[in-house]
């Protein structure tokens, strides 16, 4: 039997971790873009894990990662665009057009480069194979504090659709949308409060969550260009 071989940015922490992790346990061999690993990559089963250290803010970083999985790879079953930059506008109004320009490179950049030189490894399976772009609620419904990084997370929905018309039918490209699944450590107790009561299900889900909601995509066969909201019914309230 073939061995499944996914792709998955931004993997030290967080999300593309957990994924990773996932990933690893049913078999899967996974490449993993990480600008400079992390400890927990480092305990994890290197027999079926591929780390590629690059700077996605680097063009001639990105070409260097993309040429080497080409060099290590002859075909790709999943594409996780995790990759991410989530920090307020207030916090760069120093330094607005670089920020701007950093939230470009991650979230439309990246992967438009990424779905555009890596598709032909994605056709060369017999079975249909699979790309997931993590945006956010706020792409439908944006957060005036977060307008830049709300308007790129947009625009990498936008991106999806655009190339799951491109890439049909050997390809289904589909979009999840995360709510609050998991606080970042800078969340003040206050902010975590008014975020759960402005939340139907008034709990964190958890990177469980999204990793159901993954998997979903990728067992259902007749699925592309589709969004799928995982945040415990927020983007109502």
């Not at 609620?137 to 799951?164: G, H, Q, R, W």
């Not at 050997?170 to 939340?199: C, D, M, W, Y």
């Not at 969550?209 to 979903?216: D, F, M």
Request: glycine residues 4%; charged residues 20%.
């Amino acid at each position: 039997m073939v061995q499944s071989v996914a792709l998955i940015t931004g993997a030290s922490q967080r999300l593309g971790l957990h994924m990773t992790r996932s990933l690893l346990a049913k078999g899967w061999q996974v490449v993993v873009f990480t600008r400079s690993g992390s400890p927990e990559l480092e305990q994890l089963d290197q027999r079926n894990l591929t780390q590629i250290n690059c700077n996605a803010l680097d063009d001639e970083s990105m070409d260097g990662a993309i040429q080497a999985v080409r060099a290590q790879f002859t075909r790709l079953d999943f594409i996780l665009h995790n990759a991410s930059i989530y920090e307020k506008d207030e916090q760069h109004k120093d330094d607005f057009m670089s920020f701007y320009d950093a939230l470009y490179q991650i979230h439309m950049k990246l992967p438009a480069r990424i779905n555009t030189q890596l598709s032909d490894l994605l056709q060369t399976s017999e079975v249909q194979t699979n790309i997931i772009h993590v945006t956010d609620i706020y792409v439908d419904n944006p957060n005036p504090d977060y307008a830049l990084y709300c308007s790129t997370k947009a625009a990498s929905e936008n991106l999806m659709i655009s190339f799951a018309k491109r890439l049909a039918p050997s390809v289904r490209v589909n979009a999840i949308q995360p709510g609050p699944v998991k606080f970042l450590a800078g969340h003040s107790a206050e902010e975590q409060e008014k975020v759960l009561s402005e939340t139907m299900l008034a709990t964190e889900g958890g990177f469980e969550a999204l990793e159901k909601a993954i998997y979903s995509i990728l067992d259902n066969h007749y699925m592309t260009a589709s969004v799928v909201r995982v945040d415990g019914g927020r983007l109502l309230c």
